[in-house]
């Protein structure tokens, strides 16, 4: 008996404190670097090692893959689950029971001692054990599902973070070359002017659109200084390890699926690829095992307690048998809550197809809309550069001032602008297609890390 109980407390796992330290946390965070090369290593391994400080925004998205604490949290989530799919499918430990007792009086001269040992074994019925496991199965794909929900978001954040970044920056240039050349305009204005040529209230009104360009060229600044910001948040880095990182974002199928895919595939696509239908399902299974175990709790589980017992000299071996929760067929009405939770998941599974049809629909309706003002800012750019073209020509001849072809070249220049942001919208739409299709990066030949994989924070900063 004593060798047993050593036997069981020498098996045990002891304590260990771990507590947390956010301060160290904080200090690690704020010491980030893109330039480490366990980072950089690991980055190369997927998306190619980045040249000098240009990242693609394939290359940052991995590095977020190894950066963000969040993926490392969900990873630890979907192990426990694992780890207690593994406990669940153990059957209940065996036990043990012993007794001692002494006869005071009426003994007849015969040993006053009684001891009893029996064993205690459960035996579970209507199925218990299998629908616990089904259930614990179920809880580990719901954290699977969640992982791969939580790496893909972070994907399509980061490309579209490094997106941003890439077309606050284009309308940046393209701001400031509208200001170069309103500043031209106005200085042959002003000249004219000298000249009595031009009225003040016509070089009053250049000076006003001059003023109004530097607006919107500070603006356009300001919002550069805000994507590379909303960069380093997704990356979970500090702002100056993206302030010299010249960005790229590489175009995905995007809104060219418009013209090789129809709606019908586009949709099967998108409700087979999107990991939320993936979590919706699993959390249906999770209910589903659910009711599956609440319908098995009627039955009653066996206790059976083979022993023997030494009475006052006398040996004696017992069976004892128990059928405890005799009355588990009144379980009605967790079976009756479990039966309409099941039916609020399957619910939840039409809800999230719904969305996702819906985000599809919308994602096709921007792809059409920014391809039409695409054209039209092509129709455009080719009007205003046939004026200029046009306006040197008749300069050259000497028919017109040298105003009237600057006059014109500003107006390529903003035609050019409203081209860029124009193809940057089409981009974004198509980013957005991308995502509303589930595709990680809108290609078919690109190879992503398994987020179930360890080696997703190896090398990572920390």
Same mark, same amino acid.
């Given at each position: ?10 098996g045990?796992v ?23 090369e366990?980072l ?9 090692r980045? #040249? ?13 893959l190894g ?8 990873r ?10 593994g ?10 029971e012993?007794g ?5 009086s009426?003994?007849?001269?015969q040993?006053p001692?009684v001891v ?7 035996v579970e019925?209507g199925g ?20 791969r929900l939580?790496?893909?978001r ?9 997106l ?7 309308d940046l240039g393209?701001s400031?070359?509208?200001v170069?050349?309103l500043?031209?305009v ?24 001059v ?16 994507t ?11 702002q ?5 990182l010249e960005?790229?974002?590489?175009a ?15 949709a ?11 979590r919706a ?6 209910? #589903? ?8 709790r009627?039955?009653?589980d ?28 009144r379980n009605?009405a ?5 039966e309409?939770?099941?039916t609020?998941a399957?619910?939840?599974v039409?809800?999230?197809?719904d969305e ?9 309706g ?10 039209s800012?092509?129709a455009q ?10 306006? %040197? ?7 017109t001032?040298r ?5 014109v ?7 050019? %602008?409203?081209?860029?942001t ?15 299709l589930?595709?990680w990066?809108?290609?078919g ?7 179930r994989?360890d080696a ?7």
């Amino acid at each position: 008996m004593a060798l047993l109980l050593w036997f069981a407390v020498a098996g045990c796992v002891r304590y260990v404190p771990q507590p947390v330290e956010p301060a160290r946390h904080a200090a690690a965070y704020r010491a980030r670097t893109l330039d480490d090369e366990r980072l950089l290593a690991w980055v190369a391994r997927w998306a190619g090692r980045p #040249e000098l400080h240009r990242w693609s925004d394939r290359q940052l998205a991995v590095a977020a893959l190894g950066t963000r604490a969040e993926l490392g949290r969900v990873r630890a989530d979907w192990r426990a689950a694992v780890a207690g799919e593994g406990a669940l499918r153990a059957r209940p430990a065996p036990g043990l029971e012993g007794g001692l007792e002494r006869a005071v009086s009426g003994s007849g001269g015969q040993s006053p001692w009684v001891v009893s040992l029996a064993g205690l074994f459960s035996v579970e019925l209507g199925g218990k054990r299998g629908a616990r496991v089904q259930r614990a199965r179920a809880r580990s794909a719901v954290a699977e599902a969640e992982l791969r929900l939580t790496a893909w978001r972070t994907v399509g954040a980061v490309r579209s973070a490094a997106l941003a970044v890439v077309a606050a920056e284009a309308d940046l240039g393209s701001s400031r070359r509208e200001v170069e050349s309103l500043v031209g305009v106005q200085a042959l204005e002003r000249a004219r002017y000298e000249e009595a040529s031009l009225t003040s209230g016509e070089l009053a009104r250049t000076g006003s659109e001059v003023q109004d360009a530097r607006a919107r060229a500070s603006a356009a600044e300001a919002a550069v200084l805000e994507t590379r910001a909303a960069l380093a948040g997704v990356l979970a880095v500090p702002q100056v390890a993206v302030d010299s990182l010249e960005v790229t974002a590489v175009a995905g199928v995007g809104c060219a699926a418009l013209d090789s895919v129809t709606s019908d595939s586009m949709a099967a696509l998108a409700l087979t690829q999107r990991p939320e239908v993936g979590r919706a399902l699993a959390e249906y299974a999770v209910a #589903e095992a659910d009711l599956r175990l609440e319908v098995a709790r009627q039955y009653p589980d066996l206790e059976l307690g083979p022993g023997f017992i030494w009475d006052q000299g006398v040996h004696r071996w017992t069976l004892g048998l128990a059928l405890p929760n005799l009355l588990g067929f009144r379980n009605r009405a967790a079976i009756d809550a479990a039966e309409v939770l099941r039916t609020a998941a399957a619910a939840h599974v039409a809800e999230v197809q719904d969305e996702l049809l819906a985000e599809l629909t919308l994602g096709t309706g921007r792809c059409r809309g920014a391809a039409l003002e695409r054209a039209s800012s092509e129709a455009q750019v080719a009007a205003a550069r046939e004026g200029a073209e046009l306006a %040197r020509v008749a300069y050259e001849r000497g028919e017109t001032s040298r105003l009237d072809p600057a006059l014109v070249d500003l107006a390529v220049v903003r035609a050019e %602008r409203a081209r860029q942001t124009a193809e940057l919208r089409l981009a974004s739409a198509g980013r957005a297609l991308d995502a509303a299709l589930g595709a990680w990066a809108g290609g078919g030949g690109e190879r992503w890390p398994d987020p179930r994989d360890d080696a997703l924070t190896e090398g990572a900063p920390r």
